[in-house]
């Protein structure tokens, strides 16, 4: 059963457009909701991190967006670059424990010059 | 400081061989994990190391055995591993529970191959 699903698994992007991914959560015990980016062969690294008691968060050109009832949450970027390129996965976890995380199965983003 | 260090950065063992991944931090992070990623998949958790001692062992076989010699270093002993055991493994650090919040860090994985 997969309790994180993210969507869409791959997406085309112009230059100076917004990316947008989207992830679904199963488990309401999960109380911290990350975004990691990761290029080939490199380690995931936190992005940006969102908990249930707001609903949105931004960070330069990253913005979470967060649903608590719908149970979703979403990763906007605005002003794509070529350097975003890379693997987005949303996690999901429970706070106090922010390293055991369920990952979604990750979304391509590819930025076109 | 905000680096997790794995070493070898890439690997090629035999499914006889006996060999050891290496994962060190100096954030003064109390829980530890390792995480497997296959190809054009996500990561998914294998251990969970929290103050020293094993918490969570996601019901990995047993070829793969965790070692937490202090709270620094974690090490992933493998033997007699499979070719479908071919993956970029991944260490991760971050406080325990209890020990104040901070993100998941994670290293630039070990890419092994068996063959």
Redo the contacts between chains.
């Keep these: 059963q997969q309790q994180v699903k993210q969507s869409p698994q791959s997406l085309i992007v112009q230059k100076g457009g917004i990316s947008i991914i989207n992830c679904a959560y199963e488990n309401t015990a999960f109380d911290y909701f990350p975004w990691y980016q990761q290029f080939p062969g490199k380690g995931p690294a936190l992005l940006i991190a969102i908990r249930p008691d707001v609903s949105e968060k931004k960070e330069g050109r990253f913005t979470i967006s967060f649903n608590k009832s719908a149970k979703q949450f979403s990763l906007h970027i605005m002003d794509s670059q070529p350097g975003d390129s890379a693997t987005y996965f949303c996690a999901a976890s429970m706070w106090g424990s922010q390293g055991n995380l369920i990952f979604g199965k990750g979304t391509k983003l590819s930025v076109k010059p | 400081d905000t680096e ?1 260090t ?1 070493t070898p950065k890439h690997l090629v063992m035999g499914m006889t061989n006996k060999k050891s991944l290496k994962c060190e931090q100096h954030m003064g992070h109390r ?3 390792w995480y497997k990623q296959k190809a ?6 294998m251990f ?1 190391y929290s103050y020293e001692k094993l918490s ?1 062992n996601e019901s990995v076989p047993s070829r793969f055995s965790p070692e937490c010699p202090n709270s620094s270093l974690l090490n992933l002993h493998l033997h007699a591993l499979q070719p479908e055991d071919s993956a970029l493994y ?1 260490c ?4 325990a ?2 020990g104040g ?9 070990t ?1 092994l191959t068996v063959v």
């Design positions: 997790v794995q829980a530890m994990y054009k998949k996500p990561p998914e958790l969970v969570i991944l991760a650090s971050s406080q529970r209890g919040n901070t993100e998941a860090f994670f290293g630039q994985g890419r």
